[in-house]
C-alpha cells in the first residue's frame, strides 16, 4: 500500500531552551518524521525526554526562552516561522487540534464544558442556531464518551478523566487535518482508553477523499498499549533525540525494534516481562558527548562515546540486527 503525502512533515526541529548565565539545555535535536493522511504515528519515551516540547514547537506555545530551529511543514506553511496572529487564527483549531497533556488548564474556569463546545462548534464549523449547536455540542461531547449529565459543570468540578474526555471532544470539533494528542488517554479506564483511541482512529480514517484531503494524527504517550491499538509507525524519543522509526507492526511484533532503549520499554510492561530499564534518563542540560543511552546500555563499547548517525531508521552503534531478534 503507497503512503499518502504527509500531512505534516518536520526536518531537523530543534529547540534550545536558554538559561540564566548563558546555559542552554537541548530539549529537542534534529527531528525528521512525516505524518501521513490518514496515519497515525505515535511518539514514545520516558517523561522528560522532549516529546511535549516537540508539540509546543508546532504550536507555537514555547516559553519566550526557547530557541525552535529546522522545519515543520502543514502542507504550505512552516509553522515554526509562523507569525502568532497566523497561529491563532489558522493554525491552531483549523489545521491543528490539541489533545493537550494538562486538559484542565486549557479550559476557561468559569464556563462550563457546554458552553465551551457551542463556542467551539460555533467558531470551528458550519452550524448555526442555537438548537443546533446544542445538538453538535452534545454529538461532540458523545464522540468523546463524556457524559451529558455533567455538559453543565465547570472545569473545577471535573475529575482527570472528564477533563481529559472534555479535551478530546474540543480537539475533534474542527476536523483539523492535524490533530496532536499529547496523552490523550490520562486518567482514563481501559474501556475508556479503548473507546478514545478507536475514535481517534476513526477521526484519522474518515478523510474526504473526494476532495483529496486527509487527516493525520500525531499521539504523544506513555501508554504503548493504547499506541499499538492505534499506530500505524512508532517513533522513540530518548534525551530529546528520535532514536527510532519504525513501522507499528514490526515494533509491537516481530522482529521487534532494533534501537536497546525501544526494547527496553517494551520489556518494561507487564504482559512483557516487567523488566525495568536500569538507571534514569539523562539530564537534557547535561548531556554526554557520545550515545546518551550508553550509561544505561547493556550493548554500549567503546564506539559509543561518539554521536550515533541519525541518517538511518535507528541512531544506534550497536543495534539489534533480526538474528539476535528473538522472543
Not at 468540578?157 to 476536523?175: F, I, P, W
Not at 474526504?208 to 524519543?237: K, Q
Amino acid at each position: 500500500m503507497t503512503r499518502r503525502p504527509p500531512v505534516l512533515s518536520v526536518r531537523g526541529l530543534s529547540v534550545r531552551f536558554l538559561m540564566p548565565g548563558g546555559r542552554r539545555i537541548a530539549a529537542v535535536t534534529d527531528a525528521h518524521f512525516d505524518v501521513a493522511a490518514g496515519e497515525c504515528l505515535a511518539l514514545i519515551g520516558e517523561s522528560g525526554c522532549g516529546k511535549s516540547v516537540l508539540a509546543s514547537a508546532l504550536l507555537g506555545l514555547l516559553p519566550a526562552n526557547a530557541q525552535a530551529a529546522g522545519e515543520a511543514r502543514l502542507g504550505c506553511l512552516d509553522l515554526l516561522t509562523a507569525d502568532e496572529r497566523t497561529l491563532a487564527r489558522t493554525v491552531r483549531g483549523r489545521l491543528i487540534g490539541l489533545i493537550p497533556q494538562s486538559p484542565a488548564a486549557h479550559l476557561t474556569p468559569v464556563r462550563t464544558v457546554r458552553s465551551h463546545l457551542a463556542e467551539t462548534v460555533a467558531a470551528l464549523t458550519d452550524t448555526r442556531g442555537r438548537a443546533a449547536v446544542r445538538a453538535a455540542s452534545e454529538t461532540a461531547a458523545e464522540r468523546a464518551a463524556f457524559p451529558t449529565g455533567h455538559l453543565d459543570s465547570h472545569p473545577h468540578e471535573l475529575s482527570g478523566g472528564l477533563a481529559q474526555r472534555a479535551a478530546t471532544a474540543l480537539a475533534l470539533v474542527g476536523g483539523a487535518p492535524l490533530l496532536l494528542a499529547d496523552e490523550p488517554t490520562t486518567g482514563l479506564d481501559r474501556d475508556l482508553v479503548d473507546h478514545t483511541v478507536d475514535e481517534l482512529r476513526r477521526h484519522v480514517d474518515s478523510d474526504d477523499h473526494e476532495e483529496g484531503t486527509g487527516r493525520a494524527l500525531l499521539m504523544i504517550t506513555h501508554d504503548l498499549v493504547a499506541a499499538e491499538r492505534i499506530a500505524d509507525r512508532v517513533a522513540v524519543m530518548y534525551a530529546g533525540r528520535i532514536v527510532e522509526l519504525t513501522d507499528a507492526r514490526t515494533f509491537f511484533g516481530t522482529p521487534g525494534p532494533r534501537h536497546p532503549y525501544s526494547r527496553g520499554l517494551l520489556q518494561a510492561l507487564p504482559q512483557r516481562g516487567f523488566t525495568p530499564i536500569p538507571g534514569m534518563p539523562p539530564e537534557l542540560g547535561d548531556l554526554p558527548d557520545g550515545c546518551a543511552f550508553a550509561p544505561r546500555c547493556e550493548r554500549a563499547s567503546e564506539a559509543c562515546t561518539a554521536p550515533p548517525s541519525t541518517s538511518g531508521q535507528v541512531a544506534c552503534h550497536h543495534p539489534h540486527v533480526p538474528e539476535d531478534l528473538r522472543a
